[in-house]
C-alpha cells in the first residue's frame, strides 16, 4: 500500500475495513459514524489516537499506521508497511503479545489491554487499554488484526514493571 494521503483518499478501502470491523465487534464507532468514508479516512489518518493494523500471514506485515502510530514507532511508511508486526516489541515481551493475539483470533476482539513496546529508535513506551480486534473481509474471512490506543507513556530503562497484562 501506498502512505495514505489525498492521492490515495487516505487509503479509504482499508479504513473503512478498520471502521467496519472495530464496530461490528465492540459495538462502538472507531470515528465518528457520520463521516464519508473519504472525510473518515483522512480524519483516521490524522488521528491524535494510534491506530495500525497487519496482515493474517504467519508472521503477520504491518500494513497500516496512521500518523500517531508512525510518529510514536519514529517510523516512516515504507518502514512500517514492511516491518513485522512482532517487532513493536521486545523480545521478551513477544510471548506474551503472541497470547494476546491468539485470545483476539480468537474471541474477535479485546479491550483494555496493556503492555510495553518499542520505536525503531529504541525508545520504550507502555500503551494502556488499547482495543485489538480481528479484521475480516466482506466474506468473514478473518484478514488480519488491527489496535487502537489514546494512551501512552515512556518506560525508562531502570523503570520497573509492575503493571498487570490485561486479556
Known amino acids: ?8 483518499r487516505y487509503q479509504v478501502e482499508h479504513a473503512e ?3 467496519r470491523t472495530f464496530h461490528a465487534l465492540t459495538g ?3 470515528l465518528d ?6 472525510a473518515a479516512a483522512a480524519a483516521l489518518f490524522h488521528a491524535p489516537f494510534v491506530v495500525l493494523s497487519h496482515n493474517a500471514a504467519l508472521d503477520p506485515i504491518l500494513t497500516y499506521g496512521n500518523q500517531a502510530a508512525l ?3 519514529a517510523l516512516t511508511w515504507e518502514e512500517l508497511t514492511r516491518m513485522p508486526s512482532r517487532l513493536t516489541a521486545e523480545a521478551p515481551d513477544r510471548v506474551e503479545r503472541a497470547r494476546l493475539l491468539a485470545e483476539v483470533a480468537a474471541r474477535g476482539y479485546i ?3 496493556s503492555g510495553v513496546r518499542i520505536s525503531r529508535t529504541g525508545q520504550r513506551f ?3 487499554r488499547a482495543t485489538v480486534w480481528n479484521l475480516t473481509d466482506e466474506n468473514g474471512q478473518r484478514c488480519g488484526q488491527a489496535a487502537t490506543f489514546r494512551e501512552w507513556r515512556p518506560v525508562a530503562d531502570n523503570e520497573q514493571e509492575t503493571f498487570p497484562f490485561a486479556g
Open 1 to 8: 500500500m501506498i502512505e495514505p494521503g489525498p492521492a490515495n
Open 17 to 19: 475495513l478498520l471502521r
Open 28 to 30: 462502538r464507532s472507531l
Open 33 to 38: 459514524p457520520a463521516l464519508s468514508p473519504e
Open 71 to 73: 510518529e510514536l514507532f
Open 111 to 113: 479491550d483494555d489491554y
Open 126 to 128: 507502555l500503551i494502556e
